[in-house]
């Protein structure tokens, strides 16, 4: 079968795959401030965040536009959410650590905000393993069970970033906010309205 809209899908692989290859180039040619590795650490989780919420942002706008192009990247865009917070990882690990794993305990002391992240991989890990249409089969009804995951790997993400940033809440009271309006429309009194809302702005 061909596969749909192959363009749209291209177009945002291409935009995900891009960023943090820019990022990479910026912190070589330390065009990211005084600190470019912790910078890129910085962008990598920030920019995993994004991702999942903008995951979380599909299906309310696939039902407010009845445009199926939003389904069709939801999956990718999870996965690549996933990809970012590896990356994330293992800039943490080469840029803060310096591979050096016997300060991994000295920094978990001091930052607990860490284990806070750590989990929240580790609920993505199984999301992102069974992001497949085998894997749904074999799961049938509890594969929906086992991605309602994704609500408290938000929470978790955005209780890390204000353990990081809790001296700047500017732009972590911007995704918690976003974060909490997507779990709005995610009710299903609220989610059952987006139609009729759809329906009621293409009347005017």
Not at 12 to 36: E, R, T
Not at 46 to 75: F, S
Not at 98 to 113: H, I, S, T
Request: hydrophobic share 55%; glycine share 8%; net charge positive.
């Amino acid at each position: 079968m061909q596969m749909r809209n192959p363009v749209w899908r291209a177009s945002v692989f291409l935009l995900a795959l891009s960023l943090p290859l820019y990022w990479l180039y910026q912190a070589w040619a330390f065009a990211l401030g005084p600190d470019p590795g912790k910078a890129l650490v910085d962008n990598l989780g920030q920019g995993g965040l994004v991702l999942l919420l903008l995951t979380l942002a599909m299906t309310p706008l696939q039902k407010l536009t009845r445009w199926n192009g939003w389904i069709l990247v939801r999956r990718q865009l999870g996965l690549w959410c996933f990809t970012y917070i590896c990356l994330h990882l293992c800039a943490y690990c080469v840029f803060i650590l310096g591979l050096d794993w016997a300060q991994l305990g000295v920094e978990l002391r001091k930052r607990p905000y860490i284990i806070v992240g750590t989990l929240g991989l580790l609920c993505l890990l199984p999301l992102a393993l069974t992001s497949n249409k085998y894997s749904m089969r074999k799961l049938g009804s509890g594969w929906k069970k086992l991605h309602r995951l994704v609500y408290l790997i938000l929470a978790l993400g955005l209780l890390h970033m204000l353990w990081v940033v809790r001296s700047d809440l500017e732009r972590w009271s911007l995704y918690a906010a976003v974060g909490v309006f997507l779990l709005l429309l995610r009710l299903p009194p609220v989610a059952r309205q987006l139609p009729a809302l759809r329906a009621r702005f293409a009347s005017r």
